[in-house]
RNA sequence: CGCGGGGUGGAGCAGUUGGUAGCUCGUUGGGCUCAUAACCCAAAGGUCGUAAGUUCGAGUCUUACCCCCGCUACCA
């Protein structure tokens, strides 16, 4: 942290396009950033803060067939909802860009062919799986077999999750690929390298030596590990038709690597802001601040200048890639900055266990959006108080409700209202005027001029929960002063000092909208509306003049409202049916049964009726008894579905049934044929039914 | 298996260069009644994963072991 910088670069992990992102990629990523970019934009620091959408890479066509549809429509389904999830959020991005735009590809382009000119990447060419019936290349995780060392029949290619070896795909014996289910054959394949071990001198020097103490610990562990095991050359392209296609020659069917554009990502969004600031024309730029005069070419100092200070915040899953991978490739072009810090953060956890998308065990960004509309700050508050700095930490519905009511409503919320409420009751809304300052008032304005530093520095040094501790302690100085103060009783005897009292409370709330910014931005500004103030920098926070004596204060609102109980079982109850339904979904199909021979087929005379009757049958609880035309007559048939149809809703539907199975007498009926009908994962049951109306009695071969 | 991070009162976490543990929530008691039964004060509660060692003295250093999380190069 030189004081030599003269601006700050921003950047937050770009998240991947394949689906909603979490409440754990909030915490990791984007929160902190956000606090740490409001903050400097507070002090007047020349800062940007850039992100969008991950869009490459194998998992997004994947994801595609898994929708059934195109990579193209699931990127901007995905690009568009975690956009808005941020904005609502208030995570507050100067430009918010996606890696599928054309100046990225330009940018990605240029940075490849910068190393491949400079004769940095090697070229080799391997044997690799393909599946001939997708016509694709796959990924070690896309193949499947048994594992050489225990047997196990469904190890990855990369690893066995029984066992817990470590597998290459050539291991695997009967390998199969996850796409076709059919065995993948070998076939040669071209790709270009950077070897990693020649720049090991140089990122030794670079992190270990320089960076050793002001790294976080898991930063610099992770990083001296991978180094002292040994850097190696490591694939920049892939055999993909969905990416950045390689900019040579001989490279037809190739792509870069998703780990070689993602990052560069960062760039491109940089030149797009600046590109979008320079013609007026915003398309994805979200400009926070004023960038007089900006050039096209701008971008250039941000990313480029030595007095450029880039901070990088991630989740620990990303430490390698921002740390070794990509400063190497910048560094090596001989035109990039590298990193000052990446602060990067470790897991959420989520009620005990690991926050999962496709397990369903998660809080996605846009449910809670949904279910706690205009509430974001109550959970930006939640998760600053519990950030996974130093260690994966736990997120509860039941912390979240004690953070909410307990800290946010009853010291901050509280806090505000109770000076409020006593400057209405007592000098008709307006900001009294303050006499001579006691002891008291002293010992007091001493801790608010001190507070805001102590945050300020925990801010600074990438200490979040700490930073957001000291706003709490704002608010708790402010109900301590008037505990200690007790204006209620005084104002009977002196109104002049309960004037006193109540302008340096004001005072303290005003000073709550200063600090409060960074965290709860949306908070911050209902303060600020509140108490009739502009927009002030950090540095006056601290001061007791930031209102006029007579300033007419507003209907004091209620900055947080207390979550009851039954949100909270609400919650929980959502998320165990959430899990419930991933664990349904990924239940796999009832497996064949034995094979036949047309002839056993040809035994059954399955054929199409029109329901005329149907009702329940008495004391029964899934019986129906139908009545049906079946083209030759009309036919009883009883059947197990009570508990799917309304028997309403099921006359004069089509159905097909087994019309020569043996009559079978079911509560004292005679059941003369057999419906047939589609069983889901979960057991509900669906009727077959021909895809436009025939005639009662057609058959079915 | 190897490497990295972590194991501190009921819960979540701090603990700088070694000097017998702090914070928030919760609990209990008290005060107050302006306030969303909110606020303020006080107390109880931990021999800091286990064992051994260095030291006058260790949560803090060394060694061994146990447990949790992550990484191990195509899981983003």
């Given amino acids: 942290m030189s004081s030599a910088y003269q601006r700050i670069t921003v950047t937050s992990a770009l998240p991947y396009a394949n689906g909603p992102k979490h409440i754990g990629h909030l915490a990791g990523a984007y929160i902190p950033a956000d606090v740490f970019v409001r903050y400097q934009r ?55 860009h996606r890696t599928s735009e054309p100046i990225h590809h330009q940018t990605s382009q240029e940075i490849f062919l910068s190393l491949y000119n400079k004769k940095l990447l090697t070229e080799e060419t391997s044997e690799q799986y393909y599946d001939e019936t997708t016509n694709t290349f796959l990924a070690d995780r896309y193949i499947v077999g048994t594992c050489p060392k225990c047997n196990h029949p469904n190890a990855y290619g990369d690893q066995c999750e029984k066992c ?39 990122l030794r020097d670079w992190i270990l030596t320089s960076h050793e103490s002001d790294w976080k610990t898991n930063v610099y562990g992770q990083c001296k590990s991978w180094i002292d095991a040994g850097l190696q050359p490591r694939a920049m392209t892939r055999d993909l038709d969905w990416g950045i296609k390689v ?32 013609s007026g024309k915003h398309q994805f730029a979200t400009p926070q601040r004023s960038f007089a005069n900006a ?94 700095e130093t260690k994966d930490s736990e997120f509860t519905w039941k912390d979240f409700q004690a953070k909410n009511n307990n800290e946010l409503v009853a010291i901050l919320g509280n806090f505000v209202n109770r000076a409020v409420v006593l400057t209405q009751k007592n000098f008709e809304g307006k900001v009294p005027a303050a006499g001579p300052w006691q002891p008291q008032d002293l010992a007091v304005i001493e801790q608010l001029k001190a507070l805001p530093g102590t945050i300020a520095q925990s801010i600074e040094a990438y200490r979040f929960r700490e930073a957001t501790a000291g706003l709490i302690d704002l608010a708790r100085l402010g109900n301590k002063y008037l505990a200690d103060t007790e204006p209620w009783k005084v104002i009977k005897t002196d ?72 949100i909270i079982t609400r919650q929980l109850d959502k998320l165990v049916a959430k899990k419930k339904a991933a664990e349904l979904a990924a239940q796999p199909v009832t497996p064949l049964k034995s094979e036949i021979v047309f002839d056993d087929f040809a035994k059954m005379d399955i054929r199409v009726g029109k329901v ?43 159905v097909v049934l087994i019309a020569n199975l043996a009559p079978r ?30 005639a009662p009695g057609s058959t079915v071969n």
């Fill in 42 to 96: 507070l002090k007047g620091a020349d800062i940007l803060f850039v992100c969008g959408s991950d869009e490459h890479g194998t998992a997004i066509p994947n994801q595609a067939l898994k929708e059934q549809t195109t990579p193209r429509a699931i990127i901007d389904k995905y690009h568009a909802q975690i956009r808005d999830c941020f904005q609502q959020f208030g995570i507050a991005f100067d430009i918010y």
């Fill in 295 to 388: 050039k096209s070419d701008d971008w250039k100092k941000w990313w480029q200048a030595p007095d450029t200070r880039l901070i990088h915040f991630i989740g620990k899953d990303n430490i390698v890639f921002h740390c070794i991978i990509f400063p190497i490739m910048l560094h090596a072009t001989g035109e990039y900055i590298v990193p000052d810090n990446v602060p990067a953060n470790e897991f959420v956890n989520l009620e005990g266990d690991k926050m999962s998308t496709s397990r369903g065990w998660s809080i996605e960004m846009h449910e809670y959006l949904e279910d706690f509309p205009g509430r974001a700050d109550e959970l930006r508050y939640a998760l600053l108080t519990n950030l996974p």
């Fill in 612 to 654: 005329l009757q149907a009702e329940r049958v008495e004391k029964s609880k899934k019986l129906l008894k139908l009545r049906v035309d079946i083209g030759l007559e009309e036919r009883t048939i009883l059947s197990g579905i009570a508990e799917h149809y309304d028997p309403a809703t099921l006359v004069g539907q089509q």
């Fill in 247 to 278: 900019p040579l020659p001989d490279a037809e069917g190739k792509v870069l690597y998703v780990w070689f554009d993602a990052p560069i990502g960062y760039i491109s969004a940089t030149r797009a802001l600046f590109d979008e600031l320079a």
């Fill in 164 to 202: 817990g070896s470590t597998l290459s795909p050539r291991e695997l014996i009967n390998p199969r690929s996850t796409l076709s289910g059919k065995p993948p054959v070998l076939r040669p394949t071209k790709h270009w390298y950077l070897p990693l071990q020649n720049h090991e001198p140089w």
């Fill in 665 to 694: 007498k079911m509560m004292g009926m005679e059941s003369q044929g057999m419906i047939l009908m589609a069983e889901d994962k979960d057991g509900s049951l669906r009727l077959v039914q021909p895809n436009a109306v025939v």
């Fill in 495 to 566: 109104p002049d000092r309960v004037g006193t009292i109540l302008h340096l409370a004001l005072q303290i709330a005003a000073n709550l909208a200063i600090v409060a910014e960074p965290f709860l931005p949306f908070t911050a500004e209902k303060l600020k509306k509140l108490l009739g103030l502009s927009a002030l920098p950090w540095d006056e926070a601290g001061s007791t003049t930031l209102l006029q004596a007579g300033q007419v204060l507003a209907d004091a609102p209620l900055l947080f409202q207390k979550i009851e109980d039954d």
